[in-house]
């Protein structure tokens, strides 16, 4: 079955922690983005990467950190420089031509 | 840079009756223009787009208008099904690429049976 998937469902991090998100595509796809999503707010771009071993800013990229080693996986890692992490996070990849393909989200709450 | 509005922020309507929900956008270059339906606890899913060279494209009961002049777009969905009920995304972009699109903030739409 091809798709995006992303790990944890839900993750719960201390103050002062930092958390990675796993996003993980079988898709073949070049492009992969991390969308954080507040209620009541549109999808807002964190980071974004078009091809292996480069990624770039997106809108909202203070306190997150990403990599690229590998075309299917493109993890995010919330670091303790982001104050506000309570949020629902949403990864997608896309192709040559093809529409965004959403993951299921990680809901991450700060306890 | 670009900026998507979106009203109505919820709606309600009944089974079988039609529901419209109305983005504008800021930016002239933006050229392409999605709509996607999220369900509770799931992420979103593209249910149709259209391109600036058209005006309107239909999906069966589900069809989006736009207009270039006015700078917005329109997503109308007819003989409205309790599974029709969700939050729905507009977002304008100057491309297909994720990393251009601007999201509005979504509207909640209830069918009530």
């Known amino acids: 079955d091809g798709g995006i998937t992303q790990s944890p469902k839900y993750l719960f991090r201390k103050e002062g922690q930092n958390v990675t998100l796993s996003c993980e595509q079988n898709l073949n796809h070049d492009a992969m983005y991390w969308y954080r999503q507040d209620p009541g707010q549109g999808l807002r771009l964190i980071y974004y990467s078009q091809i292996v071993n480069d990624f770039q800013k997106g809108d909202i990229a203070e306190g997150y950190s990403v990599s690229r080693e590998k075309k299917e996986s493109f993890p995010l890692t919330v670091t303790s420089a982001q104050k506000n992490p309570t949020a629902f996070y949403l990864c997608a990849s896309m192709g040559w031509n093809t529409e965004a393909f959403f993951g299921q989200g990680t809901r991450l709450t700060v306890v | 840079g670009e900026n998507v509005e979106q009203h109505p922020s919820t709606l309600s309507v009944q089974e079988g009756d039609s529901a419209v929900i109305k983005c504008t956008y800021s930016?002239?270059?933006?050229?392409?223009f999605p709509w996607y339906k999220q369900e509770l606890g799931k992420g979103p899913q593209l249910i149709i787009d259209i391109r600036s060279n058209v005006g309107e494209k239909k999906d069966q009961r589900i069809a989006v208008t736009l207009n270039k002049t006015a700078k917005h777009f329109s997503l109308h969905i007819t003989e409205t099904q309790p599974e029709d009920s969700a939050v729905y995304f507009c977002a304008a972009s100057i491309s297909r690429y994720g990393q251009n699109f601007v999201f509005g903030p979504g509207t909640r739409l209830s069918v009530l049976p």
């Open positions: 930016d002239s270059a933006s050229n392409y």
